[in-house]
């Protein structure tokens, strides 16, 4: 019976923009599997995998924090576990940079983006959705430019996760 199927919730263009960009983030965890599947030295995917942070994820990620988190409690579980993530995610970045691209390091960033994504599109984004006004999303929607953001893979050369 269809009835009984809870319906979908249907994105707010808000929210909309944000989940559009999660796709450049799974892509660069899909890369990043790749790549270590397919024994690709670990440098090449960690400058890779940098360039995409500071090109794309950065600037999604820092939107995200001043457009979106701002609307939550402090006090709220969902924003201190989104934070967190965030926080961890950028170490690792750090650490990629500082020249420690091991297996383990590229690993552990691709899980934990992948995770911090779907948390985002299946509990975070819903929460957003029930807790914020029509007014309160369409003005993040106004301030959101996400036009900045777009397949810069155009600009890198090295396609290792082609690799044959």
């Not at 808000?14 to 024994?39: D, M, T, Y």
């Not at 934070?83 to 091991?102: A, C, F, M, R, V």
Request: aromatic letters at 10%; a negative charge.
């Amino acid at each position: 019976n269809k009835m009984n199927t809870p319906k979908p919730i249907k994105r707010h263009q808000a929210i909309l923009k944000f989940s559009q960009e999660h796709h450049f983030g799974l892509l660069l965890v899909w890369k990043i599997r790749e790549g270590l599947k397919k024994n690709i030295e670990t440098e090449r995917i960690a400058l890779y995998t940098n360039f995409i942070f500071e090109k794309n994820l950065e600037q999604h990620f820092k939107e995200e924090e001043s457009l979106l988190f701002t609307h939550i409690d402090d006090k709220e579980p969902l924003k201190q576990r989104v934070i967190e993530e965030h926080q961890k995610i950028y170490h690792t970045i750090e650490d990629l940079k500082k020249g420690n691209h091991s297996t383990e390091v590229l690993i552990n960033f691709a899980d934990l983006l992948d995770k911090h994504i779907r948390f985002e599109e299946r509990e975070l984004f819903n929460y957003l959705q029930q807790h914020l006004s029509e007014s309160q999303l369409s003005a993040i929607a106004a301030q959101h430019q996400s036009e900045k953001i777009k397949d810069v893979d155009g600009q890198w050369v090295d396609h290792f996760w082609l690799h044959k």
